[in-house]
């Protein structure tokens, strides 16, 4: 059984809930993966949806909880009690997590949650959790992780993380602390299993350890981890205390979330955008690029207007328009978009601004030599005026220029302001070299044809 199978076959399913039969519904979900009932509630009404959780148990349901997307969560806990909310999948989930589902609640629903929760070390653990930004390693990191004292041998080290794994799904690293809960090193299993029980841990762990701290941007988190192929970091607090672990999972999560972000961004959208989202909440997010856009235009036409004479006169000049503004904007979101994903990487870059200005203007050069000859050649053999030849050829020369070092300059200008410069691949720069290119076309082409 799959959930191909399943969503084939939506209606006897859905036959089997409005049935209440229990025992089948429950046969079916036991042989599908957590993400693979999450995405057969897409085809469920609500309380369709609701029957199917409450068959589930333990760990499983909180897995499905989720999996599922963010909106629909939020309409399903609504119709859900505290008790249950607590019972069925707070205690079963990691505190991450589990701090995650509970922040979507409002504020009395999170107190009545938290009141439910059998394990007060748990609740204690989603309550520091909820206190730190979203975004942050704290907001972000999990309390669960295997801990031992830097003084301790390796027979008390064995017989201490034997019980703490219970509460752990996998030991990446084991951390040593001092008796101030202070991050020392790392240890890994194979150095307790070769060492004698009474080596006292201080000899064995290694002190050359990658941390973040509480406050660390989750961005931030995503660089080291990559750059050092790691797949837990640990957290500490200011003073080195140890908080947490963030692993790679999480990091997964994040990636995905800053790519859509980032793409819904280049396409002009300031906003989350999800399936489930209302009609005017997509109006909104797509509304001030695309008054950005409309403002472009009604420069570029202003642009135009001032330059109607010239276009009345030598008509040829219009034909030449679609092609420089596509050559501005296209030239112009290569640039930027190389920059941003340069920015987006984390890797440092060692060449001085002025070095990295030349090649930039090098490549724009060769760019701009390159696609004005071809134009020069094909307008040389098939136009009768020799400077519409050169207006045009000119025109494109200086605009792949402009456009590429706008196109570079840009984003690093908002990354220097702490702006994402993922705005600069996409209607902005697109815009701004559609009129700005029409400037350079039209200026040239009025000297050439001595209409100044």
């Not at 191909?4 to 036991?30: G, P, R, S, T």
């Not at 200011?238 to 859509?260: K, P, S, Y």
Request: net charge negative.
């Amino acid at each position: 059984m799959n959930v191909e199978n399943i969503k084939e076959n939506i209606e006897q399913f859905k036959e089997l809930i409005a049935n209440e039969n229990q025992k089948e519904v429950i046969a079916i979900l036991d042989e599908l993966h957590s993400a693979d009932i999450a995405e057969m509630m897409d085809d469920l009404s609500i309380e369709e949806a609701k029957y199917v959780y409450l068959q589930l148990e333990g760990e499983k349901a909180s897995d499905v909880l989720i999996e599922i997307d963010e909106d629909d969560r939020k309409r399903f806990l609504k119709v859900l009690p505290p008790e249950v909310i607590a019972s069925k999948f707070i205690e079963h989930m990691d505190s991450d997590d589990a701090a995650d589902v509970v922040a979507e609640l409002d504020e009395d629903m999170q107190r009545e949650v938290l009141n439910e929760i059998i394990d007060i070390e748990q609740a204690g653990d989603i309550v520091d959790l909820l206190e730190y930004e979203e975004d942050s390693a704290g907001g972000i990191m999990a309390k669960e992780l295997v801990q031992v004292n830097e003084n301790w041998n390796v027979a008390t080290c064995l017989k201490e993380i034997s019980k703490q794994a219970e509460e752990v799904d996998e030991i990446f690293y084991i951390y040593v602390t001092d008796n101030d809960n202070k991050l020392k090193g790392v240890l890994s299993v194979k150095q307790l299993i070769l060492n004698h029980t009474n080596t006292k841990i201080a000899n064995l762990y290694d002190p050359d350890i990658k941390k973040v701290t509480t406050g660390t941007r989750q961005e931030e988190v995503a660089e080291l981890m990559d750059k050092y192929d790691l797949v837990a970091v640990p957290v500490v607090d200011e003073i080195g205390r140890l908080q947490g672990r963030i692993t790679w999972d999480d990091i997964i999560d994040i990636v995905r979330e800053e790519a859509e972000r980032d793409y819904q961004m280049v396409s002009g959208i300031t906003g989350d955008v999800e399936p489930g989202d209302k009609v005017w909440q997509r109006v909104r997010v797509r509304f001030p690029w695309l008054m950005v856009g409309l403002l472009g235009g009604i420069l570029s036409a202003t642009v135009l207007r001032t330059h109607s004479a010239e276009l009345s006169k030598i008509t040829q000049l219009a034909f030449f328009i679609p092609l420089i503004a596509a050559m501005a904007g296209n030239v112009g979101v290569q640039s930027s978009s190389i920059i941003v994903q340069s920015i987006a990487s984390g890797v440092k870059d060692k060449e001085t601004p002025l070095k990295k200005l030349l090649k930039d203007t090098s490549v724009a050069l060769l760019t701009a030599v390159v696609f004005s000859s071809l134009l020069f050649l094909y307008n040389f053999f098939t136009a009768d005026n020799l400077n519409l030849t050169y207006s045009v050829s000119i025109s494109l020369f200086i605009v792949i220029i402009f456009a590429s070092l706008f196109g570079t300059v840009i984003p690093l200008i908002l990354n220097r302001f702490k702006i994402d410069p993922a705005l600069a691949t996409g209607p902005f720069i697109t815009t701004m070299n559609d009129i700005v290119g029409l400037l350079i076309y039209l200026s040239i082409s009025s000297f050439f044809f001595n209409l100044a």
